[in-house]
C-alpha cells in the first residue's frame, strides 16, 4: 500500500493535500472505516444511497489499483441486491415506460388502491410462477456464492497451498505471497543443451507462478513460441544463435513465502511440466506441499530478523526452507558483503562453484560466502533443512538517498495514457479472439 495515493485516482484528494496525509487518511482511516461500515450502511434505507455512491467509487477505484480481475465488476453488479425489488419500475417510469408496469401483478400504485380489500387479499395469496423463478434465482446464487469457498475438495487442480478456487475464496486478501525466485530452465533433449528463460517472457504477469494448472498452460505456451521462433525445422524462424528441436522438457523451480514462512519451493524442479497430466478433480502431482511444520518459526524470524536490522540501515536477511534431496543454485553479487550463511534446522551441504570447496552445516553453524560467484545448498538428510541469509547490501548504502529524492518527484500515472493502454490490450483481445476463431474454422 506505499505510495498508492501517486495514482490518477487520488487527484482529486492531493489537489487540495498532500500524498502523505491523503494515504493517512482516504487510504487507511477512511478505507478501514468503510469496510467495517459500508455492509450496514446498505441495509439501511436512509443511508444507503450515500453507502452506493461511496461502494460504487470504491470498487471502480480498485479496479484501477489493482489487478484483481473481475472482482471489482462483480461488486458492482450485485449493489442492486441490497436496493428494494422495485427499483428498475422506478427506473423505467421515470424515463416514462409505461408498458412496464400494466396488466397482472405489474399494474401501477395508482391502480392498485383502487382495488378492494377482498381483490388484495386474493392477489397476495397467490404466488405467480415468475416470483417463484426469481425465489429460486436468488436462494440459488446465494448457495453458489456461500458454496464456491469450500468446493477445493471438488476442485482439487486448483488448489495451491490455499486451498479454493483462486478469485472467489473467502481469505483472498488475507495470505501475503513474496515471490524472489522463478527460475525456467528448457532443456533440450536431442543436442542436451538447456537454456534459462526469462519468467516475463510472453505474459504480463506472474499469477502463473502460483497455480498449478496455469504453470502447465504456461509451459505449453512457451514451447508453442519457441518452436515458432527458434525450432531448427522452421524456416522463418528469428535470426540468432540459439536454435532448438521439437524434443523439449521445460522445468519450472518457484522459490516464495506464504504469509512470513520461510522461502521454498513451490513446484518439484524435476518433473517436466509437458509430461505432466492435469484434471480439474485431481491434485497436482507436482506442486510440493507447504512445510508448514514451520509455522510456528515465525516468531522466531521476527525476533532474528530484528536483531539483523539492528546492525545496520543495510543489513539483509533472507530465509530459507528446502526438502531432502534439492539443493539451491545460489548467485551473490558483488554488491553484497559480509554475506554469512547459517544453519536453523536440518542439515546442509555446501559447495562453491566448481566445487573446490565443500563442507557441511549443521544446526547454528555458519559459514561466510565469498562474492561474487555461484554456490550450491545441499539439503541432506531425512527432514528438511531451514536456513539464512544475512548480508550487507551495498547498493542500499549508495543510492538510498537518491531513491528517496526520485521517489518524491515520481510523477503521477497519467490517464490519458492508461486509458490508451487499455484500449490497446483491448484492440489486441479482440484481434486475438478474432484470429483464434478463423483458426478453428479453417482447419
Known sequence: MTHLTRHWVFIPFTTFMSTELADLLIVHWFGCFFDLTVAFLLLIESTRPLAMLFATAFHLMNSRLFSIGMFPWVCLAELPLFCKPDWPRRIFQIFNYEKCTKTGNDVKHANIEKRSSLDI????KSVSWRQRLVCILLLSHCGI??????????????????????GYSWDMMVHAWDTVLVSIRVHDN?????????PTAWTANDRWSKHGDMSHQYAKCL?????????????????GIISISNNLSIYIDVWCSLNGRFQQRMFDPRIDLLKVKWSPFKEVSWLLPLLR???????????????????????????????????LENYISEDLEN???????????????????????????????????FHKVFTIGNVPACYMYTYINKTRTVNDLHDDLVDLERPKLDIVK??????????????????????????
Not at 387479499?121 to 397476495?124: A, D, L, P
Not at 536440518?346 to 555458519?366: A, I, P, T
Open 223 to 239: 514451447k508453442s513460441n519457441l518452436l515458432l521462433d527458434y525450432n531448427v525445422e522452421n524456416s522463418f524462424k528469428s535470426p
Open 418 to 443: 492508461e486509458v490508451g493502454h487499455r484500449i490497446r490490450n483491448a484492440l489486441k483481445f479482440y484481434e486475438h479472439i478474432c484470429n483464434s476463431f478463423l483458426n478453428v474454422v479453417t482447419r
Open 145 to 166: 456464492q456461500a458454496f464456491l469457498p469450500y468446493s477445493h475438495f471438488i476442485t482439487k487442480g486448483y488448489n495451491n497451498w490455499t486451498d479454493g478456487l483462486y
Open 339 to 373: 554475506v554469512t550463511l547459517t544453519v536453523l534446522h536440518g542439515q546442509v551441504q555446501y559447495e562453491d562453484e566448481g566445487e573446490r570447496f565443500s563442507k557441511q552445516l549443521n544446526v547454528n553453524q555458519h559459514l561466510e560466502i565469498v562474492s561474487p560467484g
Open 190 to 198: 536431442q543436442s542436451n543443451l538447456s537454456h534459462y528463460l526469462d
Open 293 to 327: 511444520q514451520f509455522t510456528d518459526y515465525r516468531s522466531k524470524m521476527a525476533e532474528i530478523q530484528k536483531e539483523v536490522y539492528s546492525w545496520s540501515n543495510f543489513t539483509e536477511v533472507l530465509f530459507v526452507a528446502d526438502f531432502p534431496g534439492l539443493f
Open 121 to 124: 387479499n386474493k392477489m397476495n
